[in-house]
């Protein structure tokens, strides 16, 4: 009568088959590679495989052996330092000896040693004893540690006899001994695996996959193909993807793009001229000082790139602000405090034929702020300028509700602001159902004739928005503290990524 076949077998791997037919006892996992013809990583998958469908008991069995280090090495092929000299004062049969003479008969026999600490293994293992500071040789001794040093490369640890473990533990302190922990693997069919393997004799081998081959030559025809076990574990795969704030930046510039803005790059180091002169930022504003700027001690440059705009900065300063306006502090460099210096930049660029223009920058700024749950010393920033004759303050108002209702802020309002750049100047807000509060997210404004005139050349309307990146990105990922977004915890990028 025919065997009947359990529907489990129908979806084994082809290399189950093979260790099921010929897995007899328990086998470790060379033996079984030889009997299936199979390489060793093969054959730990499979039985991993064969283990979750409870076929196969899996043990192991770890043994700890040791090997010379080359100071071991080398001991084992010239002797310890210690029976040098043995062989060096037997040699010339002397039984007593001063460390002067010692020395001196050392250094004529041209025997490398640390005489000091040679000396104390000399004593330590009674080999002499001292006798009004001259060395008694008593004992010539081969000791059990040099007989177990002819012996231990490669040996198993835990077969070592008594005697041989105080000796081993002799040569371990010298530090020339590296012991290796090797781990066989075993494996046994349980009564499932044995009762599969009972029905698998006459079972043919299942196509896991057509080639070229199989098609060109036909030999699928008639074959039986392997089912796939959609229940059968596997470990889970964590493929490489971006950071959830890697994942917004990337949102933000989609959403600039896609509305016919041009992408613009920066320096993260600046003259302090484009981050706060060009914006007319008196040169005594609080946030020029230093606790809450990064200024650079020792960073110096030939070129500052604004020779052809200072002289309208100066005069726009010194008419505006009512004061003696310095070049030489409008040369220090710092690390940029906003993305806006990027915007100068461009102004420069433009002719009256370029407009309307649109940008947009996102990169890192820099301010001397104390780390707290809601600040950082430094945090991506997000900017957005459009030049045009016929942009105004209401369409300003509409970008930025547009462009907060695309990050998915759904209510939004404006309140007044202040920024010595702009005028009139709004700061955005939006609400958060979850703390029933409104929250700040940036500034926004039109430039001044102050900053426009001098760099573009011409008075015209320049709509200016800025925001924090990363205060964005808490929210979003119902971070209470914005320190957590940079932290290394691997199991919170998994569940927060989603890119």
């Given at each position: ?18 260790i ?24 730990a ?62 250094d ?24 009004d ?69 006459d ?28 229940n059968?574990?596997?470990?889970p ?44 930022q008196?040169?005594d ?74 940008i ?19 945090f ?30 759904e ?6 602001g ?55 990105a ?11 977004l940079?932290?290394?915890d ?10």
């Amino acid at each position: 009568m025919k065997k009947q076949h359990s529907k489990l077998e129908f979806n084994f791997h082809p290399n189950e088959i093979k260790i099921l037919k010929i897995l007899e006892g328990k086998q470790n996992i060379k033996k079984i590679s030889e009997g299936a013809n199979l390489n060793i990583d093969a054959v730990a998958r499979t039985i991993d495989w064969l283990k979750t469908k409870n076929l196969v008991i899996v043990s192991e069995n770890i043994q700890d052996y040791v090997f010379l280090n080359d100071e071991g090495k080398e001991y084992l092929n010239n002797g310890l330092p210690e029976r040098k000299i043995l062989n060096l004062v037997r040699s010339k049969g002397i039984s007593e000896i001063s460390m002067e003479d010692l020395k001196k008969n050392i250094d004529e026999s041209k025997i490398n040693v640390n005489i000091n600490l040679t000396i104390g293994w000399l004593r330590k293992k009674k080999h002499i004893t001292f006798k009004d500071k001259v060395i008694v040789f008593s004992d010539f001794a081969v000791q059990d540690d040099e007989i177990l040093l002819q012996n231990i490369d490669g040996k198993e640890i835990t077969i070592l006899s008594d005697t041989d473990k105080k000796a081993y533990e002799i040569l371990n302190s010298r530090k020339i001994l590296n012991p290796k922990e090797t781990k066989e693997i075993f494996a046994s069919l349980t009564d499932e695996g044995k009762k599969i393997k009972e029905n698998i004799a006459d079972l043919k081998e299942q196509i896991s996959q057509l080639t070229p081959e199989m098609l060109a030559k036909k030999s699928w025809e008639g074959a039986e193909f392997r089912k796939y076990d959609v229940n059968v574990f596997v470990e889970p795969q964590y493929p490489a993807k971006v950071h959830p704030l890697t994942n917004l930046i990337n949102q933000i510039r989609e959403i600039f793009v896609g509305t016919g803005f041009k992408e613009m790059q920066g320096n993260l180091i600046e003259p302090t001229f484009w981050d706060f002169d060009a914006l007319f930022q008196p040169q005594d504003h609080p946030a020029r000082d230093m606790q809450d700027t990064f200024y650079l001690k020792n960073f110096k440059s030939e070129i500052y790139g604004f020779e052809k705009f200072k002289d309208k900065v100066k005069n726009a300063h010194e008419k505006g602000w009512k004061y003696k306006w310095n070049e030489e502090d409008a040369k220090k460099f710092i690390l940029r405090t906003h993305t806006t210096a990027v915007s100068a930049h461009y102004l420069t660029t433009l002719k009256k034929q370029d407009l309307p223009a649109k940008i947009f920058t996102i990169g890192k700024v820099f301010r001397n702020e104390t780390i707290d749950f809601k600040h950082l010393p430094e945090f991506y920033q997000v900017e957005g300028i459009i030049v045009g004759e016929d942009v105004n303050f209401r369409n300003l108002l509409g970008i930025l509700k547009n462009f907060y209702n695309s990050l998915g802020f759904e209510k939004i309002r404006f309140r007044p602001g202040y920024f010595p750049y702009t005028e009139m100047s709004v700061e955005p807000e939006i609400y958060l159902e979850s703390k029933e509060q409104w929250m700040e997210l940036g500034g926004a404004g039109i430039f001044r004739p102050e900053v426009v005139k001098p760099l573009l050349g011409f008075e015209c309307p320049v709509l200016a928005w800025g925001l924090g990146l990363d205060r964005i990105a808490a929210l979003r990922l119902n971070l209470s503290d914005i320190r957590d977004l940079y932290i290394s915890d691997i199991d919170w990028l998994r569940k927060n990524n989603k890119g």
